[in-house]
């Protein structure tokens, strides 16, 4: 194992690539990709930035705002899961993430009205 394929499957990870997509973009195992992350942690020069980690999140939510908005599902699953990462952020829950999966519920609720609509017009 060395150090820049354990960094470089780090990134691959850190880029938002899956286990298997590191995997193959490595020509390794899944067992061997989860093994070299974990090295690329303890070798990893920069120091993790909850600050960054929170603006990055807070960037992607905001691209995928006026899809999700729509009622896109996918987009709204990564909404969901952009929220919940980033209240595992913070210190304290403060019910934000209650809020946020209602109001996707609702969001996907008007998605399936429009598509049944649309579906009855065609």
């Known amino acids: ?25 490595l020509d390794t195992t899944p067992k061997e990709v989860k093994a070299l992350i974990k090295a690329g942690k303890k070798q990893d020069p920069r120091a993790y930035d909850p600050d960054v980690e929170a603006r990055r999140l807070d960037k992607m939510s905001a691209a995928l705002w006026p899809l999700a908005s729509q009622g896109d599902p996918e987009t709204v699953g990564v909404i969901v899961k952009l929220i919940e990462r980033r209240d595992t952020m913070d210190a304290t829950i403060d019910g ?3 809020a946020a999966v209602k109001a996707t519920a609702k969001l996907q609720k008007a998605h399936r009205a429009q598509v049944a609509t649309r579906a009855d017009t065609e």
Request: aromatic share 0%; hydrophobic share 50%; net charge negative.
């Open 1 to 25: 194992m060395t150090e820049d394929r354990a960094l470089r499957a780090l990134d691959l990870a850190t880029a938002g690539l899956s286990i298997s997509k590191i995997a193959t973009t």
């Open 96 to 98: 934000d993430l209650a």
